[in-house]
């Protein structure tokens, strides 16, 4: 790869700067690709974006840029898209920042400090090579920065026209996954969790095996269609939204349970009960538990290391199904009457069985 640097003034990178939302982002008198397929979306905050800011305004060095030099003579950004919308948000008036007791946009400087701002000279690496190297080079130099997600990595790898059509729909601030699927996700679309969550639902957790299958497809309404049925599910099967429900998740169960005859009513019913009971600990593991009863998504609550004495002493050490002595370390608690028939995790219920005869018990 060859690699050479140039000095470029703000008031040259900040011409003609756009944003364009799905788009792209464009400066350099629209010579600049500021946002290529395999960059992420913007992510600073308001204390790193001011930063920025007050480093150009200081005549601080700011770190070096590197840019890609395409084969028409246009240039795509491989790192400081985060730094470069930074700068050009605050030229165009976008935010403030606190000067001298003031919050104070752009337009709001004197000529001199705008100029200022203006000639800072920003240090740029013109990168030249092949797809391959650029993308390796992308992800060397991230390293050092802010740590890509695992699927900003996939982005860059798998670039191409279905990344594209997937981040109009997981990948934006209030994108139309965010929309419909907040109140039932975790993690941001900025940061690709959105995009990453579905295509694990969708493929059976081989994200890399789906996107390596549809690089070159023209766009991804398929993975849209089905985040649409999974959100339609997810509401009618469990119409009063709780909480617990953002940490559910709802594809693998979808995946499973979507031509099931479900009764909503029944279901609430049983997780309203559920979700008072002070032995369920895990309260995010009630929807799952209801569909397909296996009792440890509820982490059940154990008896204290007193009960288990209680019930040790009580027993003389033996255990009751096989009627050999064991030590107490060698012993686990069970309950008398289960759980699942209305046996709570209350002394009484307690009694201690052999490691083997317990296990064996619970179908280990």
Not at 113 to 138: A, P, R, V
Not at 187 to 211: A, C, F, H
Request: glycine fraction near 6%; hydrophobic fraction near 35%.
């Amino acid at each position: 790869m060859k690699i050479e640097l140039k000095k470029i003034q703000v008031r040259d990178l900040v011409e003609g700067y756009e944003d364009n939302d799905e788009l792209g982002v464009r400066a350099f008198g629209d010579k600049l690709d500021v946002r290529p397929p395999y960059q992420r979306e913007f992510v600073y905050g308001d204390k790193q974006r001011n930063a920025v800011i007050e480093t150009l305004r200081r005549d601080f060095p700011l770190n070096v840029m590197y840019w890609s030099v395409r084969d028409d003579g246009t240039y795509e950004v491989i790192d400081g898209q985060q730094r470069t919308i930074s700068i050009c948000q605050y030229v165009e008036g976008d935010f403030s920042i606190p000067i001298g007791g003031h919050q104070l946009a752009f337009h709001n400087l004197q000529q001199d400090q705008q100029d200022q701002i203006l000639n800072y000279e920003l240090m740029i690496y013109l990168c030249e090579g092949t797809d391959s190297e650029k993308l390796d080079w992308f992800k060397t130099i991230n390293i050092a920065g802010e740590e890509l997600t695992n699927q900003e990595l996939r982005n860059a790898v798998y670039h191409g026209t279905w990344v594209s059509s997937a981040k109009k729909y997981f990948s934006k601030n209030n994108c139309p996954a965010y929309a419909i699927g907040s109140n039932y996700m975790t993690g941001s679309p900025i940061r690709q969790d959105y995009l990453e969550t579905t295509i694990k639902w969708m493929n059976y957790g081989d994200v890399d095996g789906y996107m390596a299958a549809h690089q070159h497809d023209l766009d991804a309404s398929p993975l849209w269609l089905y985040f649409q049925n999974v959100m339609a599910w997810v509401k009618v099967t469990f119409p009063k939204w709780r909480k617990e429900m953002r940490s559910v998740q709802w594809g693998s169960l979808y995946n499973r349970f979507k031509d099931a005859d479900l009764d909503p009513v029944k279901l609430e019913s049983e997780i309203a009960t559920l979700m008072q009971d002070e032995d369920v600990t895990k309260k995010r593991g009630i929807y799952i538990y209801v569909l397909n009863r296996e009792e440890r998504h509820l982490n059940l609550r154990a008896f204290p290391d007193n009960q288990k004495r209680e019930a040790y002493e009580r027993q003389g050490g033996v255990c009751p199904v096989c009627q050999d002595h064991f030590e107490l370390a060698a012993m686990e608690a069970d309950h008398i009457t289960p759980w699942h028939a209305g046996g709570r995790t209350i002394a009484a219920n307690c009694r201690m069985l052999c490691k083997e005869d317990n296990r064996r018990k619970g179908g280990v």
